[in-house]
């Protein structure tokens, strides 16, 4: 383990200043030490872990277990304990009522809980880590992980921006640790055999998909219940806010409705599209980087005004987020808050058009007439093969939390790409960013996967979005 560093009486003031004022050079400065510097340092060789045979029993740790998504993982991983030959070990969070709760609800003692990821990661019998914080900490709980040897189960989306997406890439090639993204769709078997009939060339020339994720929620959306318990005695409020830039007293409404505010979340860009978009990427059957995206959002029904008390979110209530690829494919996703009508999952070729069922366990194929030919002579165990109407390709694994979990628990086992690995998941986070900063800048952004760089429509390079690059970051 390296040794801490030792603090001047400079440093500690200045790490005073830091915490007493909202200053853009200290948070920025905050966001290289968290992101760049994780605890065992990226300049060290990582450690390698434990090599988990077939049969071991796989130690997992919970950071962030909040009532929502966390507290999800935390009881289901602990209720089939048995069934995937796994233990709840650990459970790490700033709020001290989630700790209590953990401790309850997995049998875990005192010594088992945790405020600081880092002091957790120091326990050598734990093999995975499970990362359901807020955005901000997905790249630095991540990477510090993977650093001493553990593997990740990350919580959608990937990262808050596209720089840290690219260190977890890079950690995750480095350190050969097993990384899967929360986007449990892509454990429905529709999109797999989707991908499938893709690669073999069943509709032809892939065109374009479509995607929507969209609720209605009057009172506003994720303007969640505050506990009474949320008070700066019970909750580190400094840590939690990590790498931000934006520097604000304690807030109760921030803390349990951060995917409102830009600082913590791109909003529907970063919480909902991202449950659709892994699956159609996956889908595609060779995913790619994005050559070109944008994007536009409204927020014209102004919902939070219905919840007294909480302030109006920064993120638009509807979205809609286009992406086009190297190969000619596009892919159109519209999220909202505000409209929960869907019309439907499709994939369209130039030959053929495949509707998904929403939870991934149909497939019906729809041949375009000017190719009718080449179907017709299909026998009808070929067109059930295909999908081909009226023989829907049905009873296939639905999506499921519970299945993408075992997803990632096996492929540690046997050492193999998870079904919402990195390389997947580097294109979707990379789509998804480029989509914020177009939605938010007013441009369409242009993407090179070999030097990571985004321009605009004449080739001027733009600096990605980051910690610190406006008042709501």
Known sequence: MAQKEKTSPADAATRRDFLKKTSTAAAVVAAANVLKTP????????????????????????VGVGFG????????IHKNEKDNNVVVAAACD?????????????????????????????????????VATHDPWHAPVSIDAMQ????????????????????????????????????????????????????????????????YYCRNQPKGEWNYDIEKESTPE??????????????IPFSADHFHRWRKYYPYCGGLLGDLVPHRLHPLLLASGTPEFPKRVTSIGTKNVHSDKKTP???????????????????????????????????????????ATLEIGDQGNVIKMIPERTFAEDFDALSDTER???GIDPFPISGLQHEDIRVHEKNWFDSIR????????????????????????????????????????????????????????????
């Not at 605890?39 to 919970?62: E, F, K, L, T």
């Not at 019970?234 to 520097?247: F, S, T």
């Not at 998941?425 to 993407?447: K, Y």
């Open 414 to 473: 046997a050492n193999k790409q998870p079904n919402a690995g990195i390389d997947l998941a580097i294109r979707v986070q990379t789509v998804i960013c480029l989509a914020e900063m177009a939605e938010r800048l007013g441009m369409t952004c242009h993407f090179d996967e070999k030097t990571r760089k985004v321009t605009d429509g004449k080739g001027k390079e733009v600096q990605a979005l980051n910690y610190g690059w406006s008042d709501l970051s």
């Open 69 to 76: 998504i966390g507290k999800n993982h935390l009881q289901g």
């Open 39 to 62: 605890v065992y340092g990226q300049n060290q060789a990582p450690s390698p872990g434990r090599v988990i045979g077939a049969n071991d029993r796989i130690a997992v740790a919970v």
């Open 309 to 351: 008390g909480t302030p109006e979110r920064d993120v638009p209530e509807h979205v809609q987020l286009s992406a086009e690829f190297p190969s000619g494919y596009l892919i159109n996703i519209t999220s909202s808050t505000v409209n929960a009508r869907s019309p439907g999952f499709a994939i369209y070729g130039h030959k």
């Open 148 to 211: 001493t040897g553990k593997h990740v189960y990350c919580e959608k989306p990937m990262t808050r921006y596209l720089g840290e997406a690219f260190q977890i890439y890079d950690s995750v090639k480095r350190t050969g640790r097993i990384f899967q993204v929360g986007s449990q769709g892509c454990s429905a078997a529709g999109w797999h055999k989707s991908g499938e009939l893709i690669r073999n060339g069943k509709i032809g020339t892939l065109i374009w998909s479509q995607g």
């Open 234 to 247: 019970n909750i580190d409020w400094e840590r939690w806010l990590g790498p931000v830039k934006k520097r």
């Open 94 to 130: 700033l709020f001290s009522k989630r700790r209590d709760w953990a401790k309850m609800e997995a049998g875990l003692t005192d010594a088992d809980l945790f405020s600081d990821h880092r002091k957790l990661l120091e326990r050598k019998d734990i093999d995975a880590v499970v």
């Open 384 to 386: 059930k093969s295909l």
